[in-house]
């Protein structure tokens, strides 16, 4: 991990200060370093001192940076990783092109990488792209919601978490099964992810998250249990209905939001929310434990459990 800080704080000086500054920005800042973390113990199934892995681990680190950028233009976010946004501090446009920037500086990386790895981040790239444009337009109309919902998640989510795996195994030369079963757990990793994020969004309080909760409901934004709870998932009862009706209103009212947040808590979909993750984290384990039994392997189980856990 050292190395690949090491290339990724590398790749984003410049000759020129303002996009040398805007692209430290978020790579400064932090963050988990999820995907080169799983870029690196994927190599465990081959050969983890291939010279391809650390490049590899930067391009998904970059990509996701890059995606970060334009997120928080279309969101309007003013803060990102406890920092002021990037088009917040400068402005829209300089965070849209410090984006391309770093999705340039993670195609000149994959360049050396070979023709398979280009093909493979470029089709893990559409998916984004296209799991951002359903997102944005939503689900045409007779469509399943919940099934939309979730295909996006893939998409925008799991798409980048499955190349992760995809690179670290493919290139130490694991075997070809190997590469399929580690993507794909990957990709399951990355579904769980974010269904988690929707559970904490409403279940936990801000000391436990640092966010504030019911961030997404507030901002109108329809997660896992609130699907659930249009779908149907409840009672009938007065709450029930209650609780229908509020999510299909504008909930920046501090009161409606307090409502609905109390509601939705108690509300049998956030069971429902928490059966779905449990289901992705457990088809994501058992795919891992057909796998040679190294300490990688068993690093990656943990990250299923962690994804349960981190919920409560």
């Known amino acids: 991990m050292a190395e690949v800080e ?30 080169p973390m799983l870029v690196l113990l994927a190599s465990h199934f081959g050969d983890p001192s291939a010279p391809g892995i650390v490049p590899a681990a930067v391009v998904v680190e970059l990509t996701h940076l890059g995606t970060l950028y334009h997120d928080d233009v279309m969101d309007e976010a003013t803060v990102r990783r406890g920092q002021q946004s990037a088009n917040s501090r400068w402005t829209n446009t300089v965070a849209i092109l410090t984006g391309d920037y770093l999705f340039a500086r993670a ?13 493979i981040q470029a089709r893990a790239f559409g998916r984004l792209v296209r799991g ?20 996006v998640v893939a998409d925008k989510t799991g798409s980048l978490i499955a190349v992760s795996g ?8 694991a075997s070809p099964q190997t590469v399929r079963t580690v993507t794909s757990a990957c990709e399951k990793i990355g579904v769980a992810f974010q269904l988690s994020d929707d559970i904490l969004d409403i279940a936990s309080e801000a000391e436990e998250s640092g966010k504030t909760p019911g961030t997404d409901l ?14 149907g998932v409840g009672s009938g009862d007065a709450d029930d209905v209650r609780l229908r009706g509020l999510l299909v209103q ?17 509300h ?38 962690y994804v349960i856990t981190r919920t409560g």
């Open 218 to 231: 507030r901002e109108g934004i329809r997660t896992l249990p609130m699907h659930h709870v249009l779908a």
């Open 132 to 151: 951002q444009i359903q997102e944005t337009v939503g689900p045409r109309p007779g469509a399943d919601q919940l099934e939309h919902y979730l295909q």
């Open 6 to 35: 090491a290339l990724l704080l590398d790749c984003v000086r410049g000759e020129d200060p303002l996009l040398s500054d805007a692209s430290k920005h978020l790579v400064e800042a932090g963050g988990k370093r999820f995907r």
């Open 107 to 119: 195609s000149d990386l994959l360049a050396d990488l070979g023709p398979d790895a280009v093909r």
């Open 166 to 173: 995809h690179f670290g195994a493919l290139l130490a030369g």
């Open 250 to 266: 504008d909930l920046t009212d501090d009161a409606l939001h307090a409502e609905a947040l109390a509601l939705l808590r108690a």
């Open 268 to 305: 049998p979909a956030m069971d429902r929310a928490r059966a779905d993750l449990h289901r992705w984290s457990d088809e994501a384990r058992r795919e891992l434990l057909t796998l040679p039994e190294i300490p990688a392997r068993e690093a990656l189980t943990h990250l299923c459990d």
